[in-house]
């Protein structure tokens, strides 16, 4: 069918570049240069509708979320969208540059790439990050990440004071935690504040789960930590203030992970109202709304091949002659989906028995656990998306095809023979030293052996 290709390379700051073609790859013109403004648009889809009242396919790389407006703009006036992987692009574009890199020349790629590469083309029916399921769970991860991270700068500090603090206070910064230390992470302060004072604050930070004998263990954690200490040794005060720094930021960052995950949950609920991702075993509200966000529509793929495909989570494939080798998954998906299905593969193995009797073969065929999940999580996923493609639950199955409860899924999983050992991965630290020759080294000295 004839139709216009248009090939937009997309700039953060600078200008864009439009090129079009015919669907020979013919040029019609090139190097057309605008900015995301209306009367720019509209100037720019005038000189496209110029060259013919054909249907037309915009092609674009996703720079950043500068694409975003753009494809929304360009699909409103009835273009379709096509995005491709800029790895692929950067490939296309040595091969067929030879010697430069221009933007005039990047925009002409893009506008004959459905000639040259038409498989490396990916349809876009959403608007990516400006969709609100979408971009609130990337946010939410982030901020997961950087509360842990601000964990792991809290505990190093307390390791500063000695192991009683951290003891007390557990691995988790509770409201109560943080109380004290935002204010009394100083031992000599925490020991003025004394014991009845220290156990009000305890009682009413943790609503009364913490009291007299919690206010005992964190008086003598502090007296522990200046016996420890010589005096004038360390300033207990700077120290404490940067203490103070780091549980004020936790408590902010949990603050804005519990409103974030009610707006997460008020998007899901509209986006899946039926809850079949959450009929999946192991996969709860936080992963059913990371799973869906990341993923998307299911229905806009082509088949469940494409799905699996675009998670990630398939194998690679290098083949050459009489060699085929597989030397793991691709990860040219969504690493944010990939991680929701790896967390859930590794608790649907506990609840549905198909899942449980597979990681088990793979398991005693030598294949790692981390392998084996990936594997799952393909395989978890094709069946979430084949569920809502149908418009169905997700059955849960016993080994013989009969319908059972989740709580029986568990029982029987519980019976199935577990799997020791680490398959092909050695239990050493990747940090320990070598208890042999390396690989070369060896074949080196069998060689001039």
Not at 27 to 36: D, G, K, Q, V, Y
Not at 96 to 113: F, G, I, M, V, W
Not at 203 to 209: A, P, V
């Amino acid at each position: 069918m004839q139709e216009l290709r248009l090939g937009i390379d997309v700039a953060c700051e600078a200008q864009h570049r439009a090129a079009l073609a015919d669907e020979t790859g013919q040029l019609l013109w090139s190097n057309r240069r605008f900015i995301t403004i209306s009367t720019q648009l509209e100037a720019l889809w005038a000189a496209v509708r110029a060259a013919g009242d054909l249907p037309v396919t915009v092609v674009m790389e996703p720079t950043r979320n500068a694409w975003v407006p753009l494809a929304a703009w360009l699909r409103a006036r009835g273009a379709t969208v096509r995005m491709v992987a800029p790895e692929q692009s950067a490939d296309l574009r040595k091969y067929y540059s030879k010697h430069a890199k221009t933007d005039r020349l990047d925009c002409e790629l893009l506008a004959r790439l459905p000639l040259l590469h038409p498989d490396g083309l990916l349809a876009t029916p959403g608007l990516g990050p400006a969709e609100a399921l979408r971009r609130a769970v990337a946010h939410r991860a982030n901020l997961v990440a950087r509360r842990t991270a601000g964990l792991q700068r809290l505990e190093a500090l307390l390791e500063l004071l000695g192991p009683g603090w951290s003891a007390a206070l557990g691995s988790e910064l509770g409201k109560a935690a943080a109380a004290v230390l935002e204010h009394y992470a100083d031992p000599h302060a925490l020991r003025r504040l004394g014991r009845a004072r220290l156990t009000r604050l305890l009682i009413r930070t943790s609503r009364g789960n913490w009291r007299e004998d919690k206010a005992d263990e964190l008086l003598d954690a502090a007296a522990e930590t200046l016996r420890l200490w010589p005096p004038g040794a360390i300033d207990f005060a700077e120290l404490g203030e940067d203490i103070a720094a780091e549980a004020r930021l936790l408590n902010g960052l949990t603050g804005e992970i519990t409103a974030l995950e009610d707006r997460i949950a008020g998007h899901y609920q509209a986006a899946d109202p039926a809850g079949i991702v959450t009929s999946a075993p192991g996969v709860g509200p936080t992963l059913a709304a990371a799973i869906l966000g990341r993923l998307g529509d299911a229905k806009r793929f082509t088949d469940l091949a494409a799905v699996r495909n675009y998670t990630g989570l398939v194998p690679m494939v290098d083949q050459s002659g009489v060699s085929d080798k597989r030397p793991g998954v691709t990860k040219a998906g969504d690493h944010l989906l990939r991680q929701a299905l790896f967390l859930a593969a590794d608790h649907a193995r506990k609840i549905d028995p198909t899942l449980a009797a597979r990681y088990q073969r793979l398991r005693a065929a030598g294949k790692h656990h981390n392998s084996a999940l990936c594997t799952l999580a393909a395989v978890l996923i094709t069946r979430i998306a084949a569920c809502w493609r149908t418009d169905q639950p997700y059955q849960l199955r016993d080994l013989h095809g009969r319908l059972i409860t989740q709580a029986e899924g568990r029982a029987i999983c519980a019976t199935l023979t577990p799997v020791t050992g680490t398959g092909r991965r050695s239990k050493e630290s990747h940090s320990a030293p070598s208890t042999g020759p390396s690989t070369t080294q060896a074949r080196s000295a069998r060689k001039n052996a």
